[in-house]
């Protein structure tokens, strides 16, 4: 059994509990390079083409656009395939309530039936939102697992939780 994890996430200006900071690595990619030296994983970035703004403020009008109009962003690069790969674990920031419209691209371009999904989510209070019975809803031939919230600004500190729902999945 191979494992992937494909993660999309920002760095630059974000919001931490209250203050704007310009920071060099995205919370889910601090969570996916965690993961990563827990197991035995390939992993894989979804990076938009056309990254959004470095600005939180415009980022975030940007991004609700894109949620609103339905639009899918080109992404620089996708797997060549995904075939090896029977678990997947999905990781993305709450975007608006869900995961970024740059996972509905990565999500529309395989076929994911028979794979297990492991959603992870970081968020700063919104928990999972809707990501779940999204992905559900957008991959109704894959088996979606019960997802992980992390705290966004608290990935840091959050080695425990990550294992103990990697050991819960049997992924560790
Ligand atoms: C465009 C945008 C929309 C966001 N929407 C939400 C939201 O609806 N709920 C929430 O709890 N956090 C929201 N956040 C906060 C992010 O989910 C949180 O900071 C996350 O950890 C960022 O992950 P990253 O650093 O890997 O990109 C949003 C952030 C951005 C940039």
Not at 49 to 74: D, F, L, Q, S, V
Not at 151 to 165: E, F, L, M, P
Request: glycine fraction near 8%; charged fraction near 25%.
């Amino acid at each position: 059994m191979s494992t992937l994890i494909a993660y999309f996430s920002r760095a630059d200006e974000n919001y931490f509990g209250g203050e704007m900071r310009y920071i060099e690595k995205g919370n889910t990619e601090i969570v996916a390079e965690k993961i990563a030296g827990m197991i035995d994983t390939d992993v894989f970035k979804i990076e938009m083409e056309t990254p959004y703004a470095k600005e939180y403020m415009t980022c975030i009008n940007e991004a609700k656009e894109h949620k609103n109009k339905g639009i899918r962003p080109a992404l620089k690069a996708l797997p060549e395939s995904i075939d090896a790969y029977d678990r997947i674990i999905l990781a993305y920031p709450n975007y608006w309530g869900t995961y970024p419209m740059a996972i509905v691209t990565f999500l529309e371009h395989f076929d994911f039936s028979g794979k297990t999904i492991y959603p992870l989510c970081t968020n700063e209070g919104s928990g999972m939102g809707n990501s779940e019975s999204d992905l559900k809803k957008t991959l109704p031939s894959a088996q979606v697992k019960k997802g992980l919230s992390l705290t966004g600004s608290t990935v840091n500190r959050a080695d425990n939780k990550i294992q103990s729902w990697l050991k819960g999945n049997g992924l560790l």
